[in-house]
C-alpha cells in the first residue's frame, strides 16, 4: 500500500520537534543558521569550502572506471565476490574502507584551505546494531577537529532507495517513498546517529537524504511525499538532538526547491546540486531567490565532474554570491576530476573488460572462459589497496587552483 503525506506526521514527534527548533542552535559552541547564513559557534558568519569523501563508504563504479559495467556498491561488491571470492572480497573491503580516508588525507584537505568535508555514508554500516559506520565516522570527525575543519553526515543510501539508481545502491526503484518499514528504518538510523553525535561541534549537521527522486516523469508523483518525511526524519532527531543543523535536499536530484513550503524548524539549510550546466548566476537564480524568501542558508553540496576552467567559473559564482559548497568528489581513479586522484592498479583494463559483460549466472561457463585468472585478481585488488594509499595520491593542481585552494 502507497503510504500517503499525510500519515508521515504524528502528533507527538510534531510536538517535539516544534519544542526542541525553539531553541535549536542557542548552545554555545555549535553551527547553526542565522537568518541567510550559518554562523559558527561565537556567531560569525561561516561560508564553507570543501569536498565530498565520495566512494569511500559508498562506492560508484565510474570512480573505479568501470565503463559499461557495474554501478552501484551492491554490483561492485558482487563483482568483487566473484573474481576473488567472497571471503578475500569481505577482507579487502575491511581494509578498503580503513585506507581510503585517513587521517593524511584531511590533514590534506585542511592544509588546502578548506573548512568543510561532506561524507556520503550507506545506511547499512549503521543497521541493527552495525557500529562500522561510527567507527570509521568517529575516525574522521576526530581528525576534523584536530584541523579545526567541519563534518556534514550524509545519507547517500537510505533503507529502499530514495532514487531507484546506482548512486543509493537500491534495487531499481525509490521504494522508500512506498514503504513505511524503510520509511520508520530510515527515521530509526537518524535517530541513533544524531544521539551519538548531539554534542559534538565539529559535526555541522545531518543531510537527511541525497539527491532524493530523479527527474523521471514516472516518479514525480512522489514529489509531494518528500517534504513530510523530512518533517518525520527531523522530529525524531530533534527528539535526541536540538543542536545541529538539519540540511535538505530538493527533489530531481536535489535541484528542485518548488517541493518546500516555509522552514518548520528553526535550524534549517536548505541545499542544491549542480552539474552541467552553463556556469552563470542564471544557474543559481532560483535558489537565491529561496534563500531571499524564507531568510534561510542554501549550500551547493555537489558539483564538479567537468573541466578547470568550468570548475572556476562556476566556483566564483558560488563565492560571489556568498554560498557554501562541497565539490565532489575528494578522490577518484585515473582522473583529473578531483583533488587528488589514484592510478589504475595492475590487470585493472582486464577486469573493466570483464565486468562490461554483464553476464548473469546463466551464463556462468562463457564467464569462466573469458575472465581474468584468479591470481592476476588476486594481484589487482591487492594493488588497489596500495594505489588508495594516501603517499601514492596524485595532486591534480589545475583543479586545486580553480577551486582557489591554498598554494595553488
Not at 510536538?15 to 548552545?27: N, T, Y
Not at 547517500?156 to 528504518?185: M, V
Not at 549550500?299 to 572556476?312: F, K, V
Amino acid at each position: 500500500m502507497r503510504t500517503h503525506p499525510s500519515k508521515f506526521m504524528a502528533l507527538p514527534a510534531l510536538l517535539a520537534a516544534l519544542l526542541f527548533s525553539a531553541v535549536a542552535g542557542s548552545q554555545t559552541g555549535f553551527v547553526h543558521a542565522d537568518g541567510k547564513f550559518l554562523v559558527d559557534g561565537s556567531g560569525h558568519k561561516l561560508l564553507l569550502r570543501g569536498t565530498n569523501l565520495g566512494n569511500w563508504l559508498v562506492q560508484e563504479g565510474y570512480m573505479f572506471r568501470l565503463d559499461k559495467g557495474p554501478s552501484s556498491s551492491r554490483e561492485i561488491e558482487t563483482l568483487a565476490n566473484e573474481l576473488i571470492g567472497p571471503t578475500d572480497a569481505a577482507e579487502f573491503w575491511r581494509k578498503y574502507r580503513d585506507g581510503y580516508i585517513t587521517r593524511e588525507d584531511i590533514d590534506f584537505i585542511a592544509g588546502l584551505g578548506f573548512n568543510a568535508i561532506r561524507v556520503p555514508f550507506h545506511y547499512k554500516f549503521f543497521d541493527n546494531g552495525n557500529d562500522e559506520g561510527f567507527r570509521l565516522i568517529d575516525r574522521v570527525v576526530g581528525w576534523a577537529a584536530a584541523d579545526h575543519i567541519y563534518v556534514i553526515l550524509d545519507m547517500h543510501c537510505a533503507p529502499g532507495g530514495q532514487t531507484g539508481s546506482n548512486i543509493d545502491d537500491s534495487w531499481g526503484y525509490p521504494w522508500l517513498f512506498e514503504d513505511p518499514a524503510s520509511q520508520r528504518k530510515t527515521i530509526e538510523i537518524w535517530r541513533r546517529i544524531a544521539g551519538h553525535y548531539s554534542n559534538n561541534k565539529t559535526v555541522l549537521g545531518y543531510d537527511l537524504l541525497n539527491e532524493p527522486i530523479p527527474h523521471y516523469p514516472e516518479l514525480q508523483k512522489y514529489n509531494s511525499h518528500l517534504e513530510p518525511l523530512y518533517k518525520q526524519i527531523t522530529a525524531a532527531v530533534r527528539e535526541v538532538d536540538p543542536n545541529h543543523v538539519i540540511i535538505l535536499g530538493g527533489a530531481r536530484w536535489d535541484t528542485n526547491f518548488s517541493v518546500f513550503g516555509p522552514p518548520f524548524d528553526r535550524n534549517l539549510m536548505y541545499q542544491f546540486h549542480k552539474y552541467w550546466m552553463q556556469p552563470n548566476k542564471e544557474a543559481i537564480q532560483e535558489y537565491l531567490d529561496f534563500r531571499a524568501k524564507y531568510n534561510v542558508p542554501i549550500y551547493m553540496g555537489e558539483s564538479g565532474e567537468n573541466t578547470d576552467d568550468w570548475i572556476a567559473a562556476f566556483r566564483a559564482i558560488l563565492d560571489e554570491n556568498e554560498i557554501s559548497w562541497t565539490f565532489w568528489p575528494y578522490k577518484k581513479m585515473d582522473s583529473t576530476r578531483s583533488p587528488v586522484t589514484f592510478a589504475k592498479p595492475v590487470h585493472w583494463d582486464e577486469i573493466v573488460k570483464y565486468a562490461a559483460r554483464h553476464a548473469w549466472m546463466g551464463d556462468s561457463e562463457n564467464s569462466i572462459k573469458v575472465r581474468p585468472s584468479i591470481e592476476d585478481c588476486r594481484a589487482a585488488f591487492v594493488d588497489l589497496l596500495e594505489k588508495i594509499k594516501f603517499e601514492n595520491k596524485i595532486v591534480n593542481r589545475g583543479y586545486l587552483k580553480a577551486l582557489d585552494a591554498k598554494g595553488y
